[in-house]
C-alpha cells in the first residue's frame, strides 16, 4: 500500500490534483480520505460555541481518529469515515465505508502538519498557488456551495485563513516530497506526479 499525502492552503487546487492522480491510475485502485472529514465533534457546543470554531486551525481537527482510521487501512481494515457538515458546524451520523486500496490520498489543508500521520506517509505533496488565486476560489466556492456573502468570506479569510495558512499551512511545505506550483493548472507539473506515481504503484 503506498499512502500519499496532498496539502496545500483553501483553494491551492488540492481536488484537482487528486482527481488526475486517481483518473491516472487503474480502476478502483486508490480511496481519497479529505482531512475536511475529521473535524472535531461539536454536538455537546451550542451554535454559538460552533460559531467561535477557528477551522482553519490544527485544533479543529481530530487528529487521533484520522491516524488510527489510517492505521487500519494500512493494515487492511475496512473504516467508517466520518462526515461533517460545513451548514451545521458539526458531523453528521452518516459514514461512509472506504475499504483499503493499493493507493491510499490523505488530502487537506494540513495533511501534511502532524508529525504521527505524516511518518506514515509514502510520497508528501504540497500543491503551492498564489494567495490572490486561492481568496478567488474561496469566495466562489463559499457563496455557492456553503450560502455565506462575500463580505463574510472576505472577513473570514483575513482574519483567520490568511493567519492561519501563514501559520500552520506554509511551513509544512518543506516537509514535502514534490511541490506543485500553480495548483490544477500546472498540467505538466501533474503529468509528471501521474507517471511517478504509476511508477510506485506497478512497480517500474
Not at 460559531?51 to 490544527?58: A, E, K, V
Not at 460545513?86 to 472506504?98: A, G, M, P, Q
Not at 494540513?110 to 511518518?119: E, I, N, S
Not at 482574519?159 to 514535502?176: C, D, G, L
Request: with cysteine; proline share 5%.
Amino acid at each position: 500500500m503506498t499512502i500519499i499525502g496532498i496539502a496545500g492552503g483553501s483553494g491551492s487546487g488540492k481536488t484537482t490534483v487528486v482527481k488526475q492522480i486517481a483518473k491516472a491510475l487503474p480502476p478502483h485502485c486508490a480511496a481519497v480520505v479529505p482531512l475536511d472529514s475529521y473535524y472535531n465533534d461539536t454536538t455537546g457546543l451550542t451554535p454559538e460555541e460552533r460559531r467561535q470554531i477557528n477551522f482553519d486551525h490544527p485544533d479543529a481537527f481530530d487528529w487521533k481518529l484520522l491516524t488510527e482510521q489510517i492505521k487500519k487501512l494500512k493494515n487492511g481494515e475496512a473504516i467508517e469515515q466520518p462526515t461533517y457538515s460545513y451548514i451545521e458546524s458539526n458531523r453528521l451520523k452518516e459514514t461512509i465505508h472506504v475499504e483499503p486500496k493499493p493507493v491510499i490520498i490523505i488530502e487537506g489543508i494540513m495533511a501534511l502538519h502532524y508529525k504521527k500521520l505524516r511518518d506514515m506517509m509514502d510520497l508528501k505533496i504540497f500543491v503551492d498557488t498564489d494567495s490572490d488565486v486561492r481568496l478567488m476560489r474561496n469566495i466562489r466556492r463559499d457563496v455557492v456551495e456553503r450560502g455565506r456573502t462575500v463580505d463574510m468570506v472576505l472577513e473570514h479569510y483575513e482574519t483567520a485563513v490568511k493567519p492561519m495558512h501563514e501559520q500552520f499551512i506554509e511551513p509544512t511545505k518543506k516537509f514535502a516530497d514534490i511541490i506543485i506550483p500553480s495548483g490544477g493548472d500546472n498540467k505538466t507539473g501533474i503529468h509528471i506526479l501521474k507517471t511517478y506515481i504509476e511508477g510506485i504503484v506497478t512497480g517500474v
